[in-house]
Structure formats: C-alpha cells, structure tokens
C-alpha cells in the first residue's frame, strides 16, 4: 500500500471530523463564490441606477461575507480537533511501538534519529493530514465552483478563463515527483543534525574534559550545512514551481481582459458581467497558489510519513507465546543448557555452548578478562536477549514461554553504570514498586548503604535528581540502583560491577548488608576485586564466551592459570578473611 494511503488511514477515527470539515469548507466557499456574481449584479443595478436593487444587493453581500466568517471560524476549529487528534494517536502508537521492541534493536539506533522521527516527521504528518488535506480541497472546490459559476455566465469566456488549468495540474504533478525524494532527503539529513546535537549534550563531560567544543561545534556546523544546501535544493523547487502554478491564471485574466473587454464595447457583455467574471479569475489565482503550496507539503508529509512507517513496521524480533503463563513459583534455580548467543551485526559469538546450572538460593560469581561474554550471560536471564542457540530456564521454565513481565519482576539487575530518571530520590528507588512505602524506601536505601547521603542532599528522599542523575556521584548512583533492586525484592538478583565505583569501604559495608539481602536468593555477581568476588560460594570463569572452569577460590588458584592471572590482579591471591568458611 502507498504511503500516502496508509497517512489517510490515520484519519480513519475522524471521518466525521473530516466529512464536517470539507462541509464546512465548501460551504465557506460557495459563499465566497456568490460574492463576485452579487458584486457584478450590483455594478450592473448601479448602472441602471436601480437604487433598491443596488441596496439589497450590498445586504446580501455583507450576509455572504459573514455566513463565510462564521463558517471559516467551525471549519479551522473542527479541523484543528483533528490535526491534534491524529498527532496525539500518532504520539502513542509511535512510543508505544517503541517500547514494544527488543533491547537489541536500540542497540543500533541513534537516539536523535529517533527523536527526530517522533518529533519532526511527526509534525509534517499531522499538519498535512489535519490541514492540509482540507486546504487542497477547498482550493480544489473554489476552482470547480468559480469554473461553474463562469460557466453560467459565459460558456465561451469561461473556456478561455479555464484553459490554463490543464496546464496546472500538470505542473503541479512534475513538482511533486521532483519534490518527494529531495525532502525525503532533507528530513533524513534533519535527523542527523539532531543525532548529532543529541550526542553533544549526552556526551558533555567528555567533550569538556577533553577541550574538544571546537571540534563538535565544526562537526554540528557540516551537519547544519547538510540539511541548508538540501533544503536549498527543495526551496528552489519550490521557488520556481509554487509561483509558476500561480502565474499560470494570469494568462487566463489577460486572454478574459481582451476578449471580454470587447464583448462589452459590442454591447454582448454587461460591465457587471464582465465585472464578476473578472472577479471569478482573481479568485483562482489565490487557490491555484495555495494547491501549489500544499502539494509540497504534501510531499514533505509523504517523505516523512515513510520514515515513521519505517518504524512502525519493525516487528519486535522478541515473541511471546499468546497467553503465556507467568513464570512458575520457585526459589530462583537457574539452568544454560547448550547457550549460545551471537548478537545483530556481530560476527562474533559473544556465548558459545555455555552449560551452566545455579542452584537456587546460591550465589555465583562470574570472572573473565573483558569481552569474555560476563554480561551477555546475564542479560539473557531477564530476557534482554534471546540466545542464539540453547535454552535458558528459570525455576524450570524456559524464559521464552513466560510473560516477560513476570520474569523481570523476578529479576534485578544493577550494572556499574546505572541509569537514574530525572525524578526524586524516593521515586528512582520505588521505580519497580511505585507503591511502596516510604518505610520500605527507607529500608532499601539503608541496606544499600545510600541512607547517609541521601540524607545529606538539600531535600533528603524528595531531593530532585539531575538528567540520568547526573548530580550525583558515580558511587552514589550505583547505590541508588543496588536499593532500587533490592525493593523490587527479585528471586534473582543480577550485580553487574555494581560496586565498581564505591571506595572500597563503603564496599565492604554494601557487601555485609548484601550478605543479609542475598540470603534466600539466587545472586550473580559480577566484579573485578577480589572482595567482591568473595561473596560467591561458587565461582564461574569465563573465557571468549566459554566456561573454562568453576569451583572454589583457592581450588581454581591452583588449578586455573587464567583465575590466578585475574585474582592476582584483582587484589592478590588470598581471600579476604570473611569469606572463608
Ligand atoms: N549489544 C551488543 N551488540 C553487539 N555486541 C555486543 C553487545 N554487547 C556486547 N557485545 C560483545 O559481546 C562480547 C561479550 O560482551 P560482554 O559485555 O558480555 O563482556 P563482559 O565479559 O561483560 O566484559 P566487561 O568485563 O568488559 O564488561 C564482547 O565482544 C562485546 O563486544
């Protein structure tokens, strides 16, 4: 189906918006058309030196005017409803989409690109769709009406008036093939400047620690030169053929002036005839201008109407059975049978054949140098992927027949970079439980040693958080994550080097309260020292993406030479003391 067919179908749930509208509309128009037919009857009473009839005739005039008035006013506001309405349904079904896709595919997306395509293409569509469509036909319905009335009055004349409108549809139809693919071009180049502006504020700290402002102001500078000479290229277009679609009637007034001028001096035409058939022309010059400049909006909204659908129509790669159960009750026992994991684009496989087996309620650590596949396993946990090849089952249940839901509710992950919402305190840590109370936020941030400083920050737990939370240090947020995970009180809790960026004593405080939190649950711990390690009764190693060995600390010094290599880096080769025993 065509892009343009599908924008209609937005406009499916106002059909009575629409139909009333170009009512509306047409209405306003055939008031509009009356004018100039009054208006020669008038020249013509005024020639006759009929008083009365000159006097009824500006009455009716004036009605028409304001009949038009009031018309105009119900039509702007009834299709202002519907541009809205179709931008509001455009909005939700668009984040909607989104949100219904798979991590994986964000994985390849620039957030400006997005951003421009929710933003920008949006507001070509519903523009378009809510006024545009009513402004080609009103422009379309004046030039059928005022062919008419010419036509009433003069057949010959109105032929001659009309010819030119052939040729109008003709250029209006060589602009619009032209003009499609370069304002795809420019709305595909105005996302890259937003890309590009979005990655400048993101990325700021970097950008300032590193003095490099010059460097993206010149980088930012040819992206906005980009989307100038394109919209050159688009705006000469326009320049050259909106003007030529207006011109065109001008021939027409010049072929009516000549032939219609002597029709009067024969004494075959009146002045008022001739007056209004006149009027008639000049009032075509204004919609056939109008259509010229809405079809290219019209283009415009083609354009980026297929950079939505190209959105829209990305299926979420991740299925879900219909109706699927949720995840069975269990106390967290966690089994890889056979797991492989290759992601999108990459030719590397990130887990290749990983047999893994963790019994609930024990806590496993996950070592190996980086790139070695730590967080590709546990990311396939919560479903964040879906391997490759194998099965991953929680509690006995294959993760791929569950509400996804269910099982992320049983399952927290803190990574080393946690992400913060710009809201309080309070409502980052009850992000998964909202309704909990603020005893329980309470208890959460204590257990994860984030008590004190929240209770030093100008507005305690009502204390508003920057962007990402931005204002806080990286300790603090990852904190903030670990108190996050632990109210959402998971059969499986997932630390991702979520200790990675607090000293090493606020470490061993987290670790102690962990202790009493990871009791009862299945924990995966993943960390570079040694300390941290220590909380595992069982440990993992990973090598390119394969289990190399497992067991206890002091066996696989012994017996792993890459375990010994990482312990030894990670904090020397004995075990801190409370973890023995
Ligand atoms: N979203 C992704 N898309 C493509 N490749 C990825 C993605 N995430 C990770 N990889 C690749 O998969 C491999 C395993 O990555 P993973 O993040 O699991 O490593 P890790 O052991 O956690 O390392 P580190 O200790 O550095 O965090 C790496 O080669 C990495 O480049």
């Given at each position: 189906m065509s892009t343009f067919r599908r924008l209609l179908g937005f406009l499916r749930p106002y059909r009575t918006g629409v139909v009333f509208s170009f009512a509306l509309a047409a209405a306003a128009m055939a008031a509009t058309v009356a004018i100039p037919w009054l208006t020669g009857r008038a020249i013509d009473a005024t020639r006759r030196g009929d008083r009365n009839d000159l006097w009824m005739l500006a009455i009716v005039v004036a009605v028409a005017g304001l009949l038009r008035l009031a018309l105009s006013v119900g039509r702007r506001l009834v299709a202002g409803r519907v541009s809205l309405g179709v931008e509001v349904d455009l909005r939700q079904r668009l984040y909607a989409h989104l949100q219904s896709l798979e991590l994986g595919f964000f994985d390849h997306q620039q957030t400006g690109q997005l951003m421009s395509r929710v933003t920008v293409d949006l507001q070509a569509v519903r523009f378009f769709l809510g006024y545009g469509l009513i402004f080609i036909g009103q422009a379309l319905f004046t030039i059928v009406l005022a062919g008419i009335a010419m036509f009433l009055l003069r057949p010959e004349l109105a032929a001659i008036a009309l010819a030119p409108v052939p040729f109008v549809v003709l250029v209006a139809f060589r602009f619009g093939r032209r003009s499609r693919p370069a304002m795809q071009e420019v709305q595909q180049r105005v996302a890259e400047l937003t890309a590009e502006a979005e990655e400048n504020v993101s990325g700021v700290r970097v950008v300032k620690a590193f003095a490099r402002e010059e460097r993206q102001l010149g980088r930012f500078d040819h992206r906005v030169g980009r989307v100038f000479e394109q919209s050159m290229i688009a705006t000469r277009l326009q320049a050259f053929y909106a003007p030529f679609i207006g011109f065109l009637p001008n021939i027409g007034l010049a072929a009516i002036l000549f032939v219609g001028g002597r029709a009067v001096i024969d004494g075959t035409l009146t002045v008022g005839e001739f007056t209004a058939f006149y009027a008639y022309l000049l009032m075509l010059i204004g919609p056939m201008r109008m259509l010229g400049y809405m079809l290219g909006s019209a283009q415009r909204a083609t354009a980026s109407g297929a950079r939505i659908f190209q959105l829209l129509d990305r299926a979420p790669a991740m299925s879900v059975p219909e109706n699927a159960p949720p995840l069975?009750?269990?106390a967290g026992r966690v089994e890889l049978r056979g797991v492989s994991l290759t992601f999108e684009g990459s030719r590397q496989q990130a887990l290749d054949d990983v047999d893994l087996t963790v019994e609930a309620g024990s806590t496993v650590a996950l070592v190996g140098g980086t790139g070695s596949g730590k967080t590709a396993l546990v990311s396939l946990l919560p479903r964040l992927y879906d391997a490759t090849a194998g099965e991953v089952l929680i509690d006995g249940a294959n993760?791929?027949?569950?509400?996804p839901r269910s099982l992320r509710h049983e399952i927290a992950v803190v990574n080393d970079d946690p992400f913060l919402f710009s809201a309080t305190v309070h409502d980052n840590i009850a992000y998964a439980r909202p309704e909990a109370t603020r005893e329980e936020v309470e208890l959460a941030a204590r257990r994860a040693r984030a008590e004190e400083f929240v209770g030093e920050l100008p507005d305690g737990y009502d204390t508003m958080i920057g962007e990402r939370g931005l204002t806080l240090s990286g300790g603090q947020r990852q904190r903030i994550a670990i108190a996050r995970a632990l109210l959402a009180n998971p059969r499986i809790l997932v630390?991702?080097?979520?200790?990675?960026?607090?000293d090493a004593s606020t470490e061993q405080e987290i670790k102690e309260a962990l202790r009493e939190v990871m009791a009862g649950r299945t924990t995966f711990v993943i960390a570079h020292r040694l300390s941290t390690i220590s909380l595992a009764d069982d440990i993992v190693v990973l090598e390119h993406g394969r289990i190399v060995a497992r067991g206890g600390h002091d066996e696989l010094l012994d017996d792993n030479e890459l375990y010994a290599e990482i312990a030894e880096a990670a904090g020397g080769r004995s075990m801190p003391r409370e973890a023995v025993g």
């Open positions: 069975p009750a269990g993760v791929r027949d569950v509400d630390l991702d080097d979520a200790t990675s960026a607090v």
